[in-house]
């Protein structure tokens, strides 16, 4: 048995839509697929919808910790990519439709899986304007320290971590600055 996981906009039934961000959904649908049917589904809240920050890498790793294979959503940022492309977990990017018919598109093998070696290497590009203060990824607040993983980018506000100072990167296991 496989299960998907697919960003709704509102309780993330089989009723919802799709949402276009995999990071901020308000829910998934977690639908577990068996013979290329439907077995079952059930929503479930996103707990990082609302954080300041790496939304997208938390819920890579709230639905990695259901067991899913597959991802569904309008579109994944820089930190859920890395987060499910490292999980070999794939990734579909399905748009203005409810889950239940992006699900059916899903299981009659009429959308591809996406190739996420470009969006990785674009990442790569983009790092090296964040490391000259061009921070265009993520929704700081004027004001707010953040850690910096030197490595993958990825950003943590730190009255949210406490200030550890140990703080480590939920991408890719480096220390922060």
Known sequence: MEKVAI????DGSLYDDISENFGRCSAFCIA???????????????SSADFPGSAGTMAAGQVLNMGVSAVVAGRFG???TLVLHRSGVRQYEIRDMAIRDGLDLLLEG???????SEILENMILQNSFRKGNRMNWTNLKRGEEHYICPDCGCMMPKKITGGEEDMVCPNCGNKMN
């Open 110 to 116: 009429q959308v591809e899986c996406l190739d996420c």
């Open 32 to 46: 577990e697929i068996e013979s290329g049917r439907i077995v079952s589904a059930s929503g479930v809240r996103n």
């Open 78 to 80: 820089p930190g859920s």
């Open 7 to 10: 960003a709704g906009k509102n």
